[in-house]
């Protein structure tokens, strides 16, 4: 192993989606994350391929965004080299849809036996973005009904509902404006409700 410091994820993408990854970089980084950016990691007058083929391997995990352009060429050289070199290591591959993009392309078939994240709701799309953090950790999240021991398991449901396990209706979208800001569970988890 080289001396560069150890990243949590290789955040490969397509030059036209480099604002919103720098956006979720950025977040990560919040997060307590180290991710690799190549903006960030490859000094003017370097030669970059050389430089992303000495950080793979020195990276935990990669995510492989894909945008409504798809995969930009030097993308492609990239995942071809890391998916090698990540697979043979058993390092995660998270496949990450950016907002406008449903599915897998078809010409990225091999992606689709990786779980993916996806940003249905926009780039600040909190739940895509806790479940990107759990794909780069392999640490599943602990939501603050489990650390507070109020439910072990909870369903949403139409909406805004959140039934603990008991079956008892705790929040849902009538009793918002009820609760108090200081206990009030769908401010603390951002809920958003599905269109």
Not at 2 to 13: C, E, G, I, K
Not at 32 to 41: A, C, R, S
Not at 50 to 71: E, H, M, P, R, Y
């Amino acid at each position: 192993m080289t001396n560069q410091p150890q990243f949590d994820v290789f955040l490969a993408h397509n030059t036209k989606d480099k604002p919103k990854v720098r956006i979720i970089a950025n977040k990560l980084k919040r997060f307590g994350l180290k991710p690799w950016l190549d903006e960030e990691q490859i000094a003017p007058g370097r030669p970059f391929q050389d430089v992303i083929q000495k950080a793979i391997q020195n990276v935990k995990s990669a995510a492989i965004f894909i945008g409504s352009t798809g995969l930009g060429k030097w993308q492609f050289l990239e995942l071809r080299s890391l998916l090698d070199q990540l697979v043979e290591a058993d390092i995660p591959v998270i496949p990450v849809l950016l907002p406008g993009v449903e599915e897998i392309p078809s010409n990225l078939h091999f992606l689709k036996q990786f779980n993916w994240v996806k940003f249905t709701n926009g780039i600040d799309d909190t739940q895509a973005l806790n479940y990107l953090k759990w794909g780069i950790t392999q640490e599943k999240p602990i939501t603050e009904f489990q650390a507070d021991g109020d439910s072990d398991e909870y369903d949403i449901l139409d909406d805004y509902d959140i039934i603990a396990n008991n079956g008892n209706i705790i929040a849902n979208k009538d009793l918002k404006d009820e609760y108090d800001p200081n206990k009030d569970i769908l401010d603390d988890y951002d809920i958003i409700p599905n269109d």
